[in-house]
Every structure is written in C-alpha cells, then in structure tokens.
C-alpha cells in the first residue's frame, strides 16, 4: 500500500484515519451549508464541491450535497444517532479566522446543555452578505432545534445582521456581539487601499469601512434579544493609538455599540481574545441564558440616541 497522502479539492494535503480522512487546512475555502448531529456538509468557493465532516474535521463522503447528505443520512442510521432538540447557538469567527478560535466557549456551552455550531465560512473569499448566505442555508439545516443563539465575533456579527437583511427564523432567541464593528472599522479605512490587504482580505475586508452609505450602514439591527460585548481601556485613549477614542487595539467601542442592545459591557480585552477571555465567556454565557451580562450588575442598554443614524 501506498504512503502517499491524498489530496482534497482544494488541494490540501489530508491525512487518512481509521475514521475518515483528516483535513488539513483550506478552511477559507470552505462554507458550511449543512449541520446535523455534530456532522457538517460543507461548500468549495473554488470547485463548487462538497465534502462531509465529522466533529475532529474527518472527511467521509465529497461530490455533490445530494451525495454528502446521503452519506450523512446512512451514518445516522447506521449509528442510531438521535435527531436533535432543544436550543443551539451558533458561533460566528470573524474575518480570517475560524471556527476553532471558539474552541474554550464552545466547550463551557456544552456543558450549559447546548447544541453547539461552531459555523465556518468563506470570510475572506466572498463578501458578507454571500457569506450570510452559507449561515441561511445552515439554520435551516437545524431541524428539531427550537431555540437558536448566535454569538458573533467581530465581523460574524455582520454577517448575521446580513442573514437578516434578507431571511429570519423565528426560532432566534438572544445574540451576543463581541467586538463587533457595527458603524464600520477604522483600521479598514486605514488598509482598504493597501494591495496586500485587498488580497489577504478580500472583498468583506473593502465592506469593514466606516462609509455611512457602505453595506455596514445598511445591515439592519436584530429584531430579538441582543447584548455587545466590547474591549477597551475604558479611557480616553484605547490600546491602540493610532485609533480615535477608547478601542480593543482594533475595533473602536464607539463603532460596537448598536442601539436596541438590552445590555453592554466593557472589558479589559484585546480584540482577538474576546471570545477565548474567561470573563467574557463567563459574561456570554450569562447573557444567553438571561439577556444580561452578569447578576451582580445593572444591565446598560444602548439607547436609541446613541448614534446619529440608525438602521
């Protein structure tokens, strides 16, 4: 037998197991479109291919969605596993990331009884609302889920107020934003005519911009329950300097916070950190479960008068 290590379609090397085939990489490449039982059926922005997951990322079925979800189907079968219920929430990684950066919250939302969805997306190949999109495709793959909450971080807030551009499911419950730059992002205005951003970046990192009359200033608001987290100094001046006003080194607090939010809170946390900071999973956790951010803490919702123009 051969020790030459398979390729997948998007022409990373993959590693055979007892179990599948491990994936390695590519993950910007790929969007989820399908969730059942802890398994993904996945999109290629590249190939238009589709592959089938389990939960250590084990590839066992590609080709068409017709195919992976028979795959998926005999696999349930075979294994009696049993439809899903109850609440699930949906993790939302911001642009260049991935779902894995949730990895500790996901773990702590476990626990609290959840079906947790850690979603990937294309973030830096397709612009947000097609990202959107892929999260459309994938809530409507929840069946038997009767309550569904999202947490997003940094842009995965935008993609799910791009989601409700165009779609809703009346089984969304309560949301939290971390980090997420509801007015636009200054370090985007900084970067935006840099060649090495627009290609690292992508079409989404062009739509991060503060212009008022850009896709951010058109999202519109959650029509349910929501909370923004946000990192700061709470000074003057934020952990980075070359941004106005207190910041999370990368999102302003001024641009996170959104009107109609039933809570904020402002933690001590650099941006990339705010969904693996034990604080705010504590404070994340509390919100979904009571649409506040802690017991010992007056909630601090944003007015309606917090900004100038409302969406």
């Known amino acids: 037998m051969s020790d030459e290590k398979p390729f997948s379609s998007d022409g990373n090397q993959e590693a055979r197991t007892s179990g599948g085939i491990k994936t390695l990489g590519g993950r910007q490449f ?3 479109v399908h969730f059942s039982r802890g398994w993904r059926i996945q999109h290629n922005v590249l190939n238009d291919s589709y592959r089938l997951l389990d939960e250590k990322d084990h590839r066992h079925s590609s080709g068409t969605i017709e195919e992976c979800k028979l795959a998926l189907q005999k696999i349930c079968r075979d294994t ?14 911001g642009i260049g990331r991935s779902s894995k950066c949730f990895s500790g919250m996901a773990r702590q939302l476990k626990k609290d009884g959840y079906t947790v969805v850690c979603f990937d997306y294309p973030s830096t190949r397709k612009p947000i609302l097609e990202s959107a999109e892929y999260l459309h495709q994938l809530l409507l793959s929840l069946e038997g889920i009767e309550t569904i909450d999202v947490v997003g ?12 551009m165009n779609h809703m499911d009346s089984r969304l419950h309560r949301a939290v934003m971390l980090g997420v730059p509801n007015k636009g992002a200054e370090m985007a205005d900084f970067l935006k005519n840099n060649p090495l951003f627009k290609v690292i970046l992508g079409p989404a990192g062009q739509q991060l911009a503060t212009d008022t009359e850009g896709l951010i200033g058109k999202l519109p608001r959650p029509n349910f329950e929501f909370g923004v ?3 700061g100094r709470s000074a003057a001046k934020g952990y980075n300097p070359l941004l106005p006003g207190d910041n999370d080194a990368t999102v302003t607090v001024s641009s996170t ?3 109609g939010a039933s809570d904020f809170i402002l933690l001590p946390v650099i941006h990339s950190f705010l969904m693996t900071d034990n604080t705010a999973i504590d404070a994340t956790r509390h919100f979904l479960e009571h649409g506040r951010f802690g017991a010992k803490r007056a909630a601090e919702p944003i007015s309606e008068n917090d900004i100038t123009v409302i969406n």
């Open 229 to 231: 987290l946000a990192g």
């Open 153 to 164: 971080h940094s842009m995965g807030g935008l993609v799910l107020r791009g989601y409700l």
């Open 80 to 93: 009696n596993l049993p439809p899903m219920s109850g609440k699930a929430v949906v993790l939302i990684h």
């Open 257 to 259: 916070r959104l009107p």
């Open 30 to 32: 790929w969007g989820d």
